[in-house]
């Protein structure tokens, strides 16, 4: 059972297109976030919504539109779609509120925008 | 705002070898969360080691342990009997409690060499 699930794991995709990023985790943790990776391998938090409500933008721009339609589904839409979009998207979960806490990541999602 | 340095972009080993990877942050928290996460060619994000700021005692997981300094804001990984398997890029992360984001360092390519 994985226990948070990225799909597609490989998006290709021209510029100017929609495309969206699904993430489902069945941990029971009540944090989902966005994590961008780039060419260079930095890792860099995009989003992070605690019981469906946003927390956290770092000034993403507004083509980035995340939806939590509930605790377990955290889903990433980009529109117009640009090159400098290319990178990997990592989902994460994990449970606040908690001495023992640890974000769990998905396998990640390659987006190249050609 | 905290950061994290990782300052050895690369290192290389033979197997069996104790490698350390360095890692230093700056925050003016007293409380919080370090993480060591290794990412294998699979891409996956896998935590290798935790260490809460309040505990003194350094944190160990087999071949894994860390040498935590907290005056001096240090959070090295020791790995013991380094093993092929070991390849992979390593993040050093920082999380404040109760924070919805870690702050990633940028990374150390660590290559295992039979």
């Known amino acids: 059972d994985t226990a948070v699930s990225q799909t597609p794991k490989y998006l290709v995709t021209q510029m100017g297109n929609d495309k969206s990023i699904k993430c489902e985790q069945n941990?029971?943790?009540?944090?989902m976030y966005w994590y961008k990776q780039d060419s260079k391998k930095f890792l860099k938090i995009m989003f992070s919504?605690?019981?469906?409500?946003?927390?956290i933008n770092e000034t993403v721009p507004n083509r980035f539109s995340p939806k939590s339609p509930d605790k377990a589904h955290l889903n990433l839409h980009i529109n117009s779609l640009e090159l400098g979009d290319s990178a990997v998207y990592f989902c994460?979960?994990?449970?606040?509120?908690?001495?023992?806490?640890?974000?769990?990541f998905g396998q990640g999602t390659r987006l190249t925008v050609v | 705002a905290q950061t994290v340095t990782q300052s050895q972009p690369e290192m290389s080993v033979q197997e069996a070898e104790t490698v350390t990877l360095s890692c230093t942050y700056d925050?003016?928290?007293?409380?919080?969360?370090l993480f060591w996460y290794k990412q294998p060619p699979s891409r996956q994000m896998i935590l290798v080691i935790r260490?809460?700021?309040?505990?003194?005692q350094n944190a160990t997981e087999n071949r894994f342990s860390v040498n935590f300094q907290k005056a001096a804001k240090s959070f090295s990984l020791k790995i013991s009997d380094s093993q092929l398997g070991d390849t992979a890029m390593y993040f050093c992360?920082?999380?404040?409690?109760?924070?919805?984001?870690?702050?990633f360092g940028q990374g150390t390519r660590l290559t295992i060499n039979p």
């Open positions: 941990l029971g943790h009540d944090t």
């Open positions: 919504y605690n019981n469906k409500e946003l927390i």
């Open positions: 994460a979960s994990s449970q606040q509120r908690s001495w023992d806490t640890e974000a769990f």
């Open positions: 260490q809460e700021a309040y505990k003194q």
């Open positions: 925050t003016s928290e007293n409380n919080y969360y």
């Open positions: 992360a920082f999380m404040k409690h109760l924070a919805q984001k870690l702050v």
